[in-house]
Structures are given as structure tokens and as C-alpha cells.
């Protein structure tokens, strides 16, 4: 068994059914090679089989101490009911990107089974021209961009053949849970914790108290939108790509790395999409944004994340002005990356800890007490390095990598990138109660990309020509 570290445990804490906290990616792929008459999803199937071995989360569980008094544990069973765990349903005809979008948002708003390994594979077929998704949705407890793309690696390949019988990998020891066994290992697990507390506490509070030391009494309040109230189950999805050339180019043109133009493209997408609903408030709104904690080397399969919070300028008009504005705050941000990464300790005694946040995501998920809880941000938005070549599922070659991630009460938006075999993937995940066109923001981000190119091909210093005055008659 191995005990769930702090951070992991929250996500698991934080859960209600109104906010789920899995994340998940989205593949379209290739019309799958005719190699034999077995279907994709079961070729698929007979691939993830041979494959249960080749990463933890396909085995692990949780392994709950009685009463939920302490942080559960990971415990590894072989008990993994694939007709559960890999999935199988169909588009009804046209079967195009919009219907696949929805078909998606809506397979992943319930919650995992907890009785079970915390993943689902689920493959969708009825695509246009033949070609084939599939979605992975797995418990962002215990997982963050770097070990996702591990997990990956456990079930994709560089190379278009089918794995053979030789490549089957063994599956790790079980581990027999009983009362007594769960018990000692929690007792053990909170005492050293509980010996290494006044280190951390110090840590922690040092790394506060530098916060606070490089807090900038102008920085303004993070306004609220529609889009940071409470949200419900509901979810809605939808997607974009752009060619890495052309993102970096731009971002080589405004002097300003690609980073910041995932922040320039959500911060100008979302202006447009407040504007044209008059919603846009007075003061700018904030992304936040995951920074890696993950040391080099470091493959555990846990979140290893900070977040720092950015200004997005969209109280500025001009595309680029806005741009630079931004790559200034997120420089500035990252400045303080260190120190956000200091506040949240590797781990910490957890006795009543479940209890403790238990509660308090139900009073951030009343509407009375919501409203009073000062935003730390409006928006997630992130940017994960994923595969530079083409990866391929049970021999298809997957055409798309696209992210799908978690809302929460008060941020009911959330844009994940990944960047995979030259492009650039986006994925926009909203509660559809508060943002039901969201595919009216990703569109946003294609006009907004258009906009920027358009004013970095003007001259430098060009003033529009001024207009004559009519004579008066």
C-alpha cells in the first residue's frame, strides 16, 4: 500500500457530484487498419489486457482507513473488470466534431466508482470517413501532466504495429487488505508525518510569510463573472487546434514565448465572449495558471503542481498591447512560482482531515457563502508538453491530443493545451449551466490568433490615415 499525499487527497476530498475531479484527453484516430475481423474496440480491449502491468493506475484502488478518519491509501488489486473500465458506444449519424464534442462532455460528468481502479477508456465509433475515438477519463488524484503522459506511454505506442504476445507486461503483487493491516500502516504513516511537522511548519510559514513580503498592495481585486458562481454537474466541451509553426511564430514576432500566447488567446477570447453578452467587468480578470513542482527524474505518479495567478488585461482593447501587458504580469507571476510551490507541503498528518474538507467544499458549493469567498482567480488555463511524434492506439495513428479537464465552484472555465506531433491542442471544458455556447469561446481563440497576426504584419509605427472633414455647405 502506499499512502495518498496531500495535495492527491484534496481532489479526492474536494469531490461532490456537482464537481467531479477527473481529467481526461480526447484522441481522434485514423481509420483503423483492417489487420483481422476483430472490431477496434476489441483489439483495443486485448491491448489494454496485455497492458494492466505497464502502469499503476490501471491497478490501484482506494483503500479507505474506517470511518474516513485519515488520508486513504493507494492499494493494488488484479481485480480489473474490463467491460467495466473499457467502453464501448456509437455517434449517431453525421458523426461530426460538435457531436463528438457533446458525446464527451456528457461522458464526463459522472463521477468515478470508487470500488473500482479510477479510470474508464471509452471508445467512440460512428465518426465521419470512418475514423475512431477515444476518450480517457481518469481521477486527477494521484496524477498531473508530467505522470498523465506516463500513463500514455502505458497504452500508446511510437509505432503503428500491434504489440505482440512477448510485449505483455506482469502485473504487480497484490496487496491483501484487512482492518489490522489498514490501521497499522495509517498509525505508522501519521507518525511520521507527525515527525517531520515542525520542519514543514516552518517551511510553510517562511514561505508565507515571503508571500506577503512581495505582495503588491495595487494588485486589483479579482472581479467576479458568470462564470464564477456556483456550478452543477453539467458539462460542456469543445475543442481547437492551431499548428505549433504558426504559434510560434507568432509568439517569436511579439517577443513573447508561446506560453504567454495560450494566455493572450484565452484572455482575448474571453474579452470578446463578456463583451458581446455585456458582462465584461471593470477590473481584469485572472488566470490560474499550474506551474510543475516535479523535480528532475521525478516519475511518481502524483500531482507535483503549484498554481500562480496572472493577470489577463482584458480591460485593454488592443490585441497586442494586451499581449505584452500579460507576458509583464506572467514574468512576474513565475518570479513568485517558488515560493507558491513552498506552501503546499509533500505531505502532512491527515487526522480529520476528509472531515475538514469534506465541509468545507459543501460551504463553497452554497450559493450564500460562494458569493462572500474571494476569488484567487477566474479561469484555469494550462499548457502540457505532450509527444512531439505521432502516437499510435492498438495500430491507429491518433490525428488529435485534446485535454479535458475540471470546473469548480467559482471557476467555471477551465482551457488545457497540449502541444502533440506539431500542434497545438485545445480543450475547453465550462459547467454548461454558466457557459453553454462554449464553442463560441473557442472560436474566440481562432479570431483572436487571426487579430494578432493581423496586427503584427503592420508596419511598426504605422498611424491609420486620417479622414478628411466634409465642408460644411
Same mark, same amino acid.
Given at each position: 500500500?502506499?499512502?495518498?499525499?496531500?495535495?492527491?487527497?484534496?481532489?479526492?476530498?474536494?469531490?461532490?457530484?456537482?464537481?467531479?475531479?477527473?481529467?481526461?484527453?480526447?484522441?481522434?484516430?485514423?481509420?483503423?487498419?483492417?489487420?483481422?475481423?476483430?472490431?477496434?474496440?476489441?483489439?483495443?480491449?486485448?491491448?489494454?489486457?496485455?497492458?494492466?502491468?505497464?502502469?499503476?493506475?490501471?491497478?490501484?484502488?482506494?483503500?479507505?482507513?474506517?470511518?474516513?478518519?485519515?488520508?486513504?491509501?493507494?492499494?493494488?488489486?488484479?481485480?480489473?473488470?474490463?467491460?467495466?473500465?473499457?467502453?464501448?458506444?456509437?455517434?449517431?449519424?453525421?458523426?461530426?466534431?460538435?457531436?463528438?464534442?457533446?458525446?464527451?462532455?456528457?461522458?464526463?460528468?459522472?463521477?468515478?466508482?470508487?470500488?473500482?481502479?479510477?479510470?474508464?477508456?471509452?471508445?467512440?465509433?460512428?465518426?465521419?470517413?470512418?475514423?475512431?475515438?477515444?476518450?480517457?477519463?481518469?481521477?486527477?488524484?494521484?496524477?498531473?501532466?508530467?505522470?498523465?503522459?506516463?500513463?500514455?506511454?502505458?497504452?500508446?505506442?511510437?509505432?503503428?504495429?500491434?504489440?505482440?504476445?512477448?510485449?505483455?507486461?506482469?502485473?504487480?503483487?497484490?496487496?491483501?487488505?484487512?482492518?489490522?493491516?489498514?490501521?497499522?500502516?495509517?498509525?505508522?504513516?501519521?507518525?511520521?508525518?507527525?515527525?517531520?511537522?515542525?520542519?514543514?511548519?516552518?517551511?510553510?510559514?517562511?514561505?508565507?510569510?515571503?508571500?506577503?513580503?512581495?505582495?503588491d498592495s495595487n494588485?486589483?481585486?479579482?472581479?467576479?463573472?458568470?462564470?464564477?458562481?456556483?456550478?452543477?454537474?453539467?458539462?460542456?466541451?469543445?475543442?481547437?487546434?492551431?499548428?505549433?509553426?504558426?504559434?510560434?511564430?507568432?509568439?517569436?514576432?511579439?517577443?513573447?514565448?508561446?506560453?504567454? %500566447?495560450?494566455? *493572450? #488567446? &484565452?484572455?482575448?477570447?474571453?474579452?470578446?465572449?463578456?463583451?458581446? $453578452?455585456?458582462? =465584461? @467587468?471593470?477590473?481584469?480578470?485572472?488566470?490560474?495558471?499550474?506551474?510543475?513542482?516535479?523535480?528532475?527524474?521525478?516519475?511518481?505518479?502524483?500531482?507535483?503542481?503549484?498554481?500562480?495567478?496572472?493577470?489577463?488585461?482584458?480591460?485593454?482593447?488592443?490585441?497586442?498591447?494586451?499581449?505584452?501587458?500579460?507576458?509583464?504580469?506572467?514574468?512576474t507571476a513565475k518570479?513568485?512560482?517558488?515560493?507558491?510551490?513552498?506552501?503546499?507541503?509533500?505531505d502532512a498528518p491527515?487526522?480529520?482531515?476528509?472531515? %475538514?474538507?469534506? *465541509? #468545507? &467544499?459543501?460551504?463553497?458549493?452554497?450559493?450564500?457563502?460562494?458569493? $462572500?469567498?474571494? =476569488? @484567487?482567480?477566474?479561469?484555469?488555463?494550462?499548457?502540457?508538453?505532450?509527444?512531439?511524434?505521432?502516437?499510435?492506439?492498438?495500430?491507429?495513428?491518433?490525428?488529435?491530443?485534446?485535454?479535458?479537464?475540471?470546473?469548480?465552484?467559482?471557476?467555471?472555465?477551465?482551457?488545457?493545451?497540449?502541444?502533440?506531433?506539431?500542434?497545438?491542442?485545445?480543450?475547453?471544458?465550462?459547467?454548461?449551466?454558466?457557459?453553454?455556447?462554449?464553442?463560441?469561446?473557442?472560436?474566440?481563440?481562432?479570431?483572436?490568433?487571426?487579430?494578432?497576426?493581423?496586427?503584427?504584419?503592420?508596419?511598426?509605427?504605422?498611424?491609420?490615415?486620417? $479622414?478628411?472633414?466634409?465642408?460644411?455647405?
Open positions: 500500500m502506499k499512502p495518498i499525499k496531500l495535495l492527491d487527497s484534496a481532489f479526492l476530498h474536494a469531490e461532490t457530484p456537482a464537481t467531479p475531479m477527473h481529467v481526461g484527453a480526447l484522441f481522434i484516430l485514423e481509420p483503423p487498419p483492417m489487420r483481422s475481423r476483430k472490431s477496434f474496440h476489441e483489439r483495443f480491449r486485448a491491448v489494454v489486457a496485455s497492458r494492466l502491468g505497464a502502469s499503476e493506475v490501471f491497478t490501484r484502488r482506494l483503500a479507505c482507513l474506517p470511518l474516513g478518519i485519515a488520508n486513504p491509501f493507494w492499494a493494488t488489486t488484479h481485480e480489473v473488470d474490463l467491460d467495466h473500465h473499457v467502453r464501448r458506444s456509437v455517434l449517431p449519424k453525421p458523426g461530426n466534431r460538435r457531436q463528438l464534442e457533446t458525446r464527451v462532455a456528457h461522458l464526463h460528468e459522472p463521477l468515478l466508482d470508487r470500488s473500482r481502479p479510477l479510470w474508464e477508456l471509452h471508445v467512440i465509433e460512428g465518426l465521419a470517413g470512418g475514423q475512431v475515438a477515444l476518450y480517457v477519463k481518469v481521477h486527477h488524484a494521484g496524477l498531473d501532466g508530467h505522470s498523465a503522459q506516463l500513463f500514455l506511454q502505458a497504452f500508446a505506442d511510437t509505432e503503428p504495429r500491434l504489440p505482440s504476445a512477448a510485449s505483455r507486461s506482469s502485473l504487480p503483487e497484490a496487496d491483501e487488505l484487512s482492518l489490522g493491516r489498514l490501521l497499522l500502516a495509517g498509525v505508522r504513516h501519521q507518525a511520521t508525518e507527525l515527525r517531520v511537522l515542525p520542519q514543514r511548519v516552518v517551511e510553510v510559514t517562511s514561505a508565507a510569510a515571503r508571500l506577503v513580503r512581495a505582495k494588485t486589483p481585486v479579482t472581479p467576479r463573472t458568470k462564470l464564477n458562481e456556483v456550478i452543477s454537474g453539467n458539462r460542456s466541451f469543445a475543442t481547437t487546434e492551431f499548428p505549433l509553426a504558426r504559434a510560434r511564430e507568432v509568439a517569436r514576432r511579439a517577443q513573447v514565448t508561446v506560453n504567454d %500566447l495560450v494566455l *493572450g #488567446l &484565452s484572455a482575448g477570447a474571453l474579452r470578446r465572449w463578456l463583451l458581446q $453578452r455585456g458582462l =465584461l @467587468p471593470g477590473l481584469p480578470l485572472f488566470a490560474g495558471v499550474p506551474v510543475s513542482a516535479r523535480a528532475h527524474g521525478d516519475t511518481e505518479h502524483a500531482i507535483r503542481v503549484a498554481f500562480i495567478s496572472v493577470n489577463l488585461h482584458t480591460g485593454a482593447g488592443d490585441a497586442l498591447a494586451r499581449l505584452a501587458a500579460i507576458h509583464q504580469s506572467a514574468d518570479q513568485s512560482a517558488g515560493t507558491y510551490k513552498s506552501l503546499i507541503p509533500d491527515s487526522v480529520g482531515l476528509p472531515w %475538514l474538507l469534506g *465541509g #468545507l &467544499s459543501w460551504l463553497v458549493g452554497h450559493p450564500d457563502i460562494a458569493d $462572500r469567498v474571494p =476569488l @484567487p482567480f477566474n479561469v484555469i488555463v494550462s499548457n502540457v508538453p505532450g509527444p512531439p511524434v505521432p502516437i499510435y492506439v492498438a495500430g491507429a495513428r491518433a490525428l488529435t491530443y485534446l485535454p479535458i479537464s475540471i470546473v469548480y465552484h467559482g471557476v467555471g472555465v477551465n482551457i488545457s493545451v497540449y502541444s502533440y506531433d506539431g500542434k497545438l491542442f485545445v480543450g475547453i471544458t465550462s459547467c454548461s449551466d454558466l457557459m453553454p455556447d462554449v464553442d463560441a469561446l473557442a472560436r474566440n481563440m481562432e479570431e483572436e490568433l487571426g487579430a494578432l497576426e493581423a496586427a503584427l504584419a503592420k508596419p511598426r509605427g504605422s498611424k491609420p490615415s486620417p $479622414r478628411r472633414r466634409r465642408r460644411r455647405a
